[in-house]
């Protein structure tokens, strides 16, 4: 008897949530419209949302949302131009039977983690998988009066997900994951969905600063740094009197400059995250590329600083300089400054995976850098043998990175003749340097125009 009445009750609960959903309307047009790319077709469009008020309930909304995606898409309306605090509707495939099934989810305040609804105030009507494509109608009330969910006749800035990282089942509910790479775009104003009329403008401002910062960045470090850094290490024989210097320093200028704009637009494409530019930092990748992206900037900001401040080449504490501006931070910080734009190139390709399959923009990167290394290995041989020292770990330390204290390094490595060098072999070296030089710069120019356009197609 027990088992019956419960059985009647869960039927009368059932029966009387589902009389609350409304039929979908069939003849009026959506009021609000975002296509992407815009203009599209719904029937191709990479993501496409629709919103109309009911025809027959004008307390709720019609939405239709179709996209390309092979896990989930979704539409978040979050008070704040940033995933959190966002209410979630959402079309997920289930991971086993690939049927696509309406969620209504939350993102936690302060945070991006997203939660299934305790109570689902969604009404599905049609929803199909079909070429790699998810297509689903369904209404949800203006105001539910559920507090996980928003009133949606508020002002609101509008996300939109098509994301292919597959939905999980837990307690046997379908629940969203980590969108990954593929960032939800966010609408550049809010709207207001239940009175809205128009299409709803989306430009990816912040994708195309952060494409900004790494274009910026590659230019800076792997490009302009590296050639600076050579003309200081490799160059003087080629210009002498210290024109190897005036190149040297005019070329490390330039790239504090361009780094310190590429540093700067970063923070502004993540102006509306509750700490500027720290994006979210629970991921380790992001964590890693920030906190080495700002000691990086540290330490090339005050290297010229300290370069201004030098002693005299044949001061018996040169050595604190040589090891201080040359080794340390023009090395160390410029190979750790390597490292990072890798780690840059990681993310962006995670997030424009769309623009060449596979890994290609972190294999020309990987390739470019592995150049630098053995042109780096020719320079250490090169010196060694043009100074006739053994090619030993404490000799290349000593002589070539902390460099003696008596050096007298704006002074060219090779003399103008002496017993050890005929003329031939002199002229030998510096067509050497020439053409390592233009190898370095014809390389690095190649590396600098693959990787911007790649980088800057959308």
């Known amino acids: 008897m027990n088992t019956l009445a419960l059985f009647i009750f869960a039927l009368a609960s059932w029966s009387g949530a589902f009389s609350k959903c409304p039929r979908q309307s069939l003849s009026s047009a959506y009021r609000i419209i975002n296509a992407l790319p815009a203009g599209c077709d719904p029937s191709n469009c990479d993501y496409y949302l629709g919103i109309r008020t009911n025809d027959e309930d004008p307390q709720f909304l019609d939405f239709m949302m179709a996209g390309n995606a092979q896990g989930w898409i ?274 962006f390709e995670d997030i424009f995976a769309h623009i060449a399959g596979g890994h290609t923009l972190l294999w020309v990167y990987i390739g470019f850098v592995s150049f630098i290394f053995v042109l780096v290995a020719i320079v250490v041989i090169v010196k060694m043998k043009e100074k006739e020292k053994p090619l030993s770990m404490r000799s290349i330390v000593m002589k070539y990175f902390a460099k003696e204290s008596t050096e007298e390094v704006e002074a060219p490595l090779i003399e103008d003749k002496d017993s050890s060098q005929t003329p031939s072999k002199a002229q030998l070296a510096l067509a050497l340097r020439y053409g390592v030089m233009v190898a370095l710069v014809g390389v690095t120019g190649s590396m600098m125009v693959a990787m911007v356009l790649l980088l800057a197609i959308s």
């Not at 689903?136 to 105001?143: D, G, M, V």
């Open 74 to 347: 979704a539409i978040g309306f979050s008070p704040k131009h940033d995933m959190d605090d966002a209410d979630v509707l959402a079309c997920a495939l289930h991971p086993t039977t690939r049927i696509p099934e309406v969620l209504d989810a939350y993102n936690i305040p302060n945070d991006h983690d997203n939660i299934r609804d305790t109570i689902q105030n969604v009404c599905p009507h049609t929803a199909n998988f079909s070429n790699g494509r998810i297509t689903c109608f369904f209404s949800r009330a203006i105001n539910t009066g559920d507090p996980q969910d928003k009133d949606l006749n508020g002002d609101y800035y509008e996300q939109f997900a098509a994301v292919d990282n597959p939905a999980e089942v837990v307690s046997g509910n379908v629940i969203l994951t980590y969108h990954g790479s593929q960032t939800p775009l966010i609408s550049n104003s809010k709207v207001n969905p239940a009175s809205t009329n128009g299409s709803v403008s989306s430009s990816p401002l912040r994708v195309t600063l952060t494409r900004a910062h790494g274009i910026l960045m590659v230019v800076a470090w792997p490009v302009l740094a590296v050639i600076g850094i050579f003309f200081a290490a490799w160059m003087k024989p080629v210009l002498p009197n210290g024109w190897w210097f005036q190149v040297h320093r005019a070329i490390m200028l330039l790239s504090l400059f361009t780094a310190s704009v590429g540093f700067l637009v970063i923070f502004v494409a993540n102006k509306d995250y509750s700490i500027p530019g720290l994006i979210p930092l629970k991921r380790p990748l992001n964590i890693a590329h920030f906190v080495i992206g700002v000691l990086v900037m540290l330490f090339h900001s005050a290297n010229p600083i300290i370069a201004v401040f030098r002693c005299k080449p044949t001061a018996s504490r040169r050595w604190i300089f040589n090891v201080l501006h040359g080794t340390i931070i023009g090395f160390g910080i410029g190979t750790l400054a390597l490292a990072n734009c890798g780690l840059g190139v990681a993310l």
